[in-house]
Nanobody, 124 residues
Framework: QVQLVESGGGLVQAGGSLRLSCAASGRTFSTYAMGWFRQPPGKEREFVAAISRSGGMTYYADSVKGRFTISRDNAKNTVYLQMSSLKPEDTAVYYC?????????????????WGQGTQVTVSS
C-alpha cells in the first residue's frame, strides 16, 4: 500500500505559476506509475498528467500540454506538477494517484491510491 499527501495548492492570478507536490509513504514508491488528476467545480474528475516509474515517460492532457510539467524524485518519494501560464479554467481540486499497472493505463483507469487533494484557484 501507499499513502499520498498533496501540497502546494493555493490562489494565483491568471498567468501565474504553482508547483504541486505529492509525497508518498512507504519504500516502494518507485514501483508505482504516478498521475495527477483534477476535478473542476461541478464537473467530473479528469486526467492531467502521468509519469512512468523511472520518470522517462510522461503523458499530458491536451488542455495542459506545454504549460504543465510532471516530474518525480524517487529518492524523496515525491511527484511534482509544475504549472505555468495558469488559466481560470485550471481551477480545480488536484489529486495525485498511484498505479501498479502500465503508465498509459492510468490515464483512463487510475490506480487504487489517491491523495486527499489540494485546491488550486486561478483568478482572472
Amino acid at each position: 500500500q501507499v499513502q499520498l499527501v498533496e501540497s502546494g495548492g493555493g490562489l494565483v492570478q491568471a498567468g501565474g505559476s504553482l508547483r504541486l507536490s505529492c509525497a508518498a509513504s512507504g519504500r516502494t514508491f518507485s514501483t508505482y506509475a504516478m498521475g495527477w488528476f483534477r476535478q473542476p467545480p461541478g464537473k467530473e474528475r479528469e486526467f492531467v498528467a502521468a509519469i512512468s516509474r523511472s520518470g522517462g515517460m510522461t503523458y499530458y492532457a491536451d488542455s495542459v500540454k506545454g504549460r504543465f510539467t510532471i516530474s518525480r524524485d524517487n529518492a524523496k518519494n515525491t511527484v511534482y506538477l509544475q504549472m505555468s501560464s495558469l488559466k481560470p479554467e485550471d481551477t480545480a481540486v488536484y489529486y495525485c494517484n498511484a498505479d501498479t499497472g502500465a503508465t498509459g493505463r492510468l490515464i483512463l483507469h487510475p490506480g487504487d491510491y489517491w491523495g486527499q487533494g489540494t485546491q488550486v484557484t486561478v483568478s482572472s
